[in-house]
Nanobody
Framework: QLQAFGGGLVQAGGSLRLSCTASRSGLVLNTMRWYRQAPEKQRELVAVVTGGGSTTYADSVKGRFTISRESAKNTMYLQINSLRPEDTAVYYC??????????WGQGTEVTVSS
């Protein structure tokens, strides 16, 4: 129900902007989240943006990642700056509507070379 874009191979210190958009019309999304899963690690919650625009971040990404959204377009972004090799992961977007139904994107891979 969601499509994630923007991953790629980047050198340490570089930047990427990930996007996530609803693949069908008619959804009214509330809280939206970015998760990531590194090889052989558990999925980790990275950032959250509520329907009202409040944001929270994992400690490991504070000051480097910025989550934002365009609610009218059902689209969410993750601006990633000062990338580190440990940011290498598949990044997944997640959203819920106002009755808590969950939607997931297919993941977009970010690889950071040192």
């Amino acid at each position: 129900q969601l499509q994630a874009f923007g991953g790629g191979l980047v050198q340490a210190g570089g930047s990427l902007r990930l996007s996530c958009t609803a693949s069908r019309s008619g959804l009214v999304l509330n809280t939206m989240r970015w998760y990531r899963q590194a090889p052989e690690k558990q999925r980790e919650l990275v950032a959250v943006v509520t329907g009202g625009g409040s944001t929270t971040y994992a400690d490991s990404v504070k000051g480097r990642f910025t989550i934002s959204r365009e609610s009218a377009k059902n689209t969410m972004y993750l601006q990633i700056n000062s990338l580190r090799p440990e940011d290498t992961a598949v990044y997944y977007c997640n959203a819920e509507d106002w009755i808590k139904r969950q939607y997931w994107g297919q993941g977009t891979e970010v690889t950071v070379s040192s």
